[in-house]
């Protein structure tokens, strides 16, 4: 074992920063895993002209940002720096060099106050969510995440016990999506714009393809419905494309939704599980949010549906996951560095 490393115990007051992709984010959680503030700073403005993250912007956009969520965030809960307890940090998986601003700003927070530090792998984030959303939900759990980086369906045993049931062969969801509102010309990252055009459609119009359907596996693929997608505006006149716009974004959504929802049950069914959750950006869908509750009301199962804010990138699930990840004491944590590829289930040390 490390040297300095504790076992998860009360944290007391906690500050969590989260820069692994494009949102700069700093959260307060107290003892009892009440958040205090939670401050988002979306980047979605600084990347819309390159329609993608560009990681060098990204770190830099951090950089400038980092103190000025931090100080928000302790500004929003009531505190001072004076009365945290311990610091938290996502520490991979992401961007390089997003996460070395958030976890070096945390880490130095950490070491000018002598406090305990806490690096957290972000996937176990999208499910310290789950657990500020319900702190009684029964386990196992079923989890859901599907964000523009990943997808997965991951059985929770316990708060610290994960593993992986299925994932993604190509695309990520988000990714499925945002591909998707690039092609019919809605904004970035599109995920939302093109949930929200979806919401007046019809999703029987047209027929979208859903991979590994009746297979007997938990994975994922993506890359079929986009590349549909894109013959389908390829051989419709400028004309259809603006006229059908509304039905053809309610249809490809109802593919992707489909595919998420049906795998989630079938893991559920499979797993024996008393409840399923979602989480990530892609949680925050309204067609995936409904199916989800219906599904599961259906097979009497509980559901956990955050709320948004939860479901995207934040620093509030960063504190929550912190309460269940090994901690590193003073001054323990100096050499400790942050890494772009982390798996489910593994801390850094
Ligand atoms: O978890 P997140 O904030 O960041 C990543 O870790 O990727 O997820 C962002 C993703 C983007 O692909 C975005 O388009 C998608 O979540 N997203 C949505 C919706 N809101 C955000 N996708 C579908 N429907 C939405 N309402
Ligand atoms: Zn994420």
Same mark, same amino acid.
């Given at each position: 074992?490390?040297?300095?490393? @504790?076992?998860?115990?009360?944290? +007391?007051?906690?500050?969590?920063?989260?820069?692994?992709?494009?949102?700069?984010?700093?959260?307060?959680?107290?003892?009892?895993?009440?958040?205090?503030?939670?401050?988002?700073?979306?980047?979605?403005?600084?990347?819309?002209? #390159?329609?993608?993250?560009?990681?060098?912007?990204?770190?830099? !956009?951090?950089?400038?940002? %980092?103190?000025?969520?931090?100080?928000?965030?302790?500004?929003? $809960?009531?505190?001072?720096?004076?009365?945290?307890?311990?610091?938290?940090?996502?520490?991979?998986?992401?961007?390089?060099?997003?996460?070395?601003?958030?976890?070096?700003? &945390?880490?130095?927070? $950490?070491?000018?106050?002598?406090?305990?530090?806490?690096?957290? /792998?972000?996937?176990?984030?999208?499910?310290?969510?789950?657990?500020?959303?319900?702190?009684?939900?029964?386990?196992?759990?079923?989890?859901?995440?599907?964000?523009?980086?990943?997808?997965?369906?991951?059985? $929770?045993?316990?708060?610290?016990?994960?593993?992986?049931?299925?994932?993604?062969?190509?695309? %990520?969801?988000?990714?499925?999506?945002?591909?998707?509102?690039?092609?019919?010309?809605?904004? #970035?990252?599109? +995920?939302?714009?093109?949930?929200?055009?979806?919401?007046?459609?019809?999703?029987?119009?047209?027929?979208?393809?859903?991979?590994?359907? +009746?297979?007997?596996?938990?994975?994922?693929?993506?890359?079929?419905?986009?590349?549909?997608?894109?013959?389908?505006?390829?051989?419709?006149?400028?004309?259809?494309?603006?006229? *059908? !716009?509304?039905?053809? %974004?309610?249809?490809?959504?109802?593919?992707?939704?489909? &595919?998420?929802?049906?795998?989630?049950?079938?893991?559920?069914?499979?797993?024996?599980?008393?409840?399923? &959750?979602?989480?990530?950006?892609?949680? !925050? /869908?309204?067609?995936?949010?409904? *199916?989800?509750?219906?599904?599961?009301?259906?097979?009497?199962?509980?559901?956990?549906?955050?709320?948004? *804010?939860?479901?995207?990138? /934040?620093?509030?699930?960063? &504190?929550?996951? @912190?309460?269940?990840?090994?901690?590193?004491?003073?001054?323990?944590?100096?050499?400790?560095?942050?890494?772009?590829?982390? *798996?489910?289930?593994?801390?850094?040390?």
């Amino acid at each position: 074992m490390r040297q300095g490393l @504790a076992a998860s115990e009360e944290l +007391g007051l906690t500050l969590a920063l989260e820069t692994s992709c494009d949102d700069t984010c700093a959260a307060v959680i107290d003892g009892s895993g009440r958040i205090l503030s939670s401050i988002i700073h979306s980047q979605d403005v600084i990347h819309e002209k #390159y329609g993608g993250v560009v990681p060098e912007v990204a770190s830099r !956009a951090h950089a400038e940002r %980092a103190t000025v969520v931090v100080r928000e965030a302790l500004a929003e $809960a009531g505190v001072g720096m004076t009365d945290l307890e311990s610091v938290a940090a996502t520490v991979g998986p992401g961007l390089i060099g997003a996460l070395l601003v958030g976890f070096h700003t &945390a880490k130095a927070i $950490a070491w000018g106050r002598r406090l305990p530090f806490i690096p957290v /792998n972000h996937l176990h984030g999208h499910l310290g969510a789950v657990w500020l959303a319900d702190e009684q939900v029964p386990l196992p759990l079923l989890v859901l995440i599907a964000s523009g980086g990943h997808t997965m369906l991951v059985r $929770a045993d316990s708060r610290r016990q994960f593993s992986l049931l299925g994932q993604t062969l190509d695309d %990520a969801a988000g990714e499925a999506f945002d591909k998707g509102a690039r092609l019919l010309g809605l904004g #970035y990252p599109g +995920g939302k714009e093109l949930d929200q055009l979806a919401e007046r459609g019809d999703p029987q119009a047209f027929t979208f393809p859903i991979a590994l359907r +009746g297979q007997d596996t938990l994975d994922f693929s993506f890359s079929g419905v986009k590349t549909s997608l894109f013959y389908l505006l390829r051989d419709m006149t400028a004309e259809q494309r603006g006229e *059908r !716009a509304i039905d053809v %974004a309610a249809s490809y959504r109802e593919a992707v939704v489909e &595919a998420l929802v049906s795998r989630l049950m079938q893991a559920a069914e499979r797993e024996q599980v008393p409840a399923v &959750a979602i989480g990530g950006g892609v949680a !925050a /869908n309204s067609l995936l949010r409904r *199916r989800v509750a219906a599904a599961a009301e259906a097979s009497g199962l509980c559901a956990v549906i955050p709320s948004f *804010r939860l479901c995207t990138d /934040n620093a509030a699930m960063i &504190a929550s996951a @912190a309460r269940y990840s090994p901690r590193l004491a003073f001054p323990h944590y100096l050499s400790v560095e942050a890494t772009s590829s982390l *798996r489910l289930g593994q801390d850094v040390y």
